[in-house]
């Protein structure tokens, strides 16, 4: 009789053990839940608010855009028919608090460092590997491609891929009217990247290249006030690379005019005017921009191409997300 108090006694505690070990477990599946829901909502609001930079980051841009267009504008006003590397679009922006934005912080007790940076590059400074094709026909234009293949030779390069490359800018100009199905097709290049896909370009080749060569819409003439001196030496047959850097010197104290006064530089060739074997020009339609807008955690950085038209007037080509 004596033993069913303790048998009774062990089963309670037992049974109160279970209870507060099932409390506990509820409790840490509560918290546990809760702690799961906060952190989702964390997760919801960090993701709007990187939403909320990215959009902000990219109106920057826009307004940056602008600038860069009202620059290029007043520079066709300062300098008429001639783009030089002294001109007002060639003066870079440095890194540059937003006014407007620190007044918004202020306001609403906000902790952003908002700034802008960025320059413009003469695109016609560069070879324009549109031009290795004849317009409307699948060939390629016998000059540019020995131009082309002085520019590789000038930088190290296997100077044979440029025919490669202009098969594939002529062949590229037919990628509408070729029906699916057909074979390999062209590559259409947009980029010095794309580059890549043919063969016998590596990507050390490609940097090499990168500040000397670029893709644009329509053919264009390389501006002698503002290309390299490897450029000059590439579209001016049997002009060295000494004679180029010397013209380069020549341009710093007194940029060329015209197309005339550029080929008049006898000094530097003996037959008494130097022979351009392509197109160029003193002035300028196409300009690269590169902005950097640092927006709180977020950074956006962009490469734009603007078309500047016979007055001066100022177009957004594309913009690119690095």
Do not use: H
């Not at 855009?65 to 922006?93: K, M």
């Amino acid at each position: 009789m004596s033993c069913r108090p303790q048998r009774s006694s062990a089963v309670t505690r037992r049974q109160r053990g279970v209870a507060v070990v099932t409390a506990l477990l509820l409790t840490t599946l509560a918290v546990t839940i809760v702690a799961s829901l906060f952190w989702q909502q964390q997760v919801q609001v960090r993701s709007m608010e990187n939403q909320r930079l990215q959009l902000q980051t990219r109106w920057i841009v826009r307004g940056a855009l602008d600038l860069s267009r009202l620059v290029l504008y007043q520079d066709f006003l300062d300098s008429g028919n001639v783009t030089q590397l002294n001109g007002v679009w060639a003066t870079p922006l440095e890194e540059t608090r937003l006014d407007d934005y620190i007044e918004r912080e202020r306001a609403e007790a906000e902790n952003f460092n908002a700034t802008l940076s960025g320059r413009m590059i003469d695109a016609q400074s560069r070879y324009n590997l549109t031009n290795l094709a004849q317009s409307g026909v699948r060939a390629a234009d016998p000059a540019q491609v020995a131009a082309f293949k002085r520019l590789l030779q000038i930088l190290q390069l296997d100077g044979n891929l440029a025919q490669a490359v202009a098969s594939e800018v002529a062949n590229a100009q037919l990628l509408p009217n070729l029906p699916q199905g057909s074979g390999p097709q062209p590559i259409g290049l947009l980029r010095v990247e794309d580059l890549l896909a043919i063969s016998g370009f590596t990507p050390q080749a490609i940097e090499r290249l990168r500040d000397f060569v670029i893709v644009l819409p329509q053919k264009t003439p390389l501006n002698v006030n503002t290309a390299p001196a490897e450029l000059l030496a590439a579209a001016v047959d049997k002009l060295s690379l000494g004679d180029a850097a010397a013209l380069v010197n020549v341009r710093r104290r007194t940029p060329f005019v015209s197309v005339l006064n550029f080929t008049e530089q006898s000094q530097l060739q003996q037959n008494g005017r130097l022979q351009p074997s392509i197109d160029v020009a003193v002035r300028s339609n196409y300009f690269l921009a590169l902005s950097k807008v640092r927006l709180d955690r977020a950074t956006l950085d962009t490469l734009s191409l603007l078309q500047r038209g016979q007055r001066g007037e100022t177009t957004v080509v594309w913009i690119r997300e690095n």
